[in-house]
């Protein structure tokens, strides 16, 4: 199983990335996929998942400024980041759930203020 994570990098406050994580080896339509974060000095920490059928939750600090969204078509989970904070600083990780968790190894991304 590999995911890979891309997209990352600096933006300025108020800024917007597209986050991209591409995934092999597994039946990726049966799969949970999720966006994680740590920033430096801190646990990591929830920012959105998506199931199978398109059903998405969020977590609070990033309602309405992040959508994730997936292709199963391509086997790829993105995360779409708008009006993006100095404290969205972190690496960003994707992982796939069902009966085991997968994780890719991160994307950084910076926002300066």
């Known amino acids: 199983v590999q995911l890979v994570e891309s997209g990352g990098g600096l933006v300025q406050a108020g800024g917007s990335l597209r986050l991209s994580c591409a995934a092999s080896?597994?039946?990726?339509?049966?799969?949970?996929m999720m966006w994680y974060r740590q920033a430096p000095g801190k646990q990591r920490e929830f920012v959105a998942a998506?199931?199978?059928?398109?059903?998405?939750n969020y977590a609070d600090s990033v309602k309405g400024r992040f959508t994730i969204s997936r292709d199963n078509a391509k086997n790829t989970v993105y995360l779409q980041m708008n009006s993006l904070k100095p404290e969205d600083t972190a690496v960003y990780c994707c992982?796939?759930?069902?009966?085991?968790?997968?994780w890719g190894q991160g994307t950084q991304v910076t926002v300066s203020s």
């Open positions: 992982s796939a759930l069902k009966e085991a968790a997968y």
């Open positions: 080896g597994i039946i990726f339509s049966t799969y949970i």
């Open positions: 998506i199931q199978g059928g398109g059903s998405t």
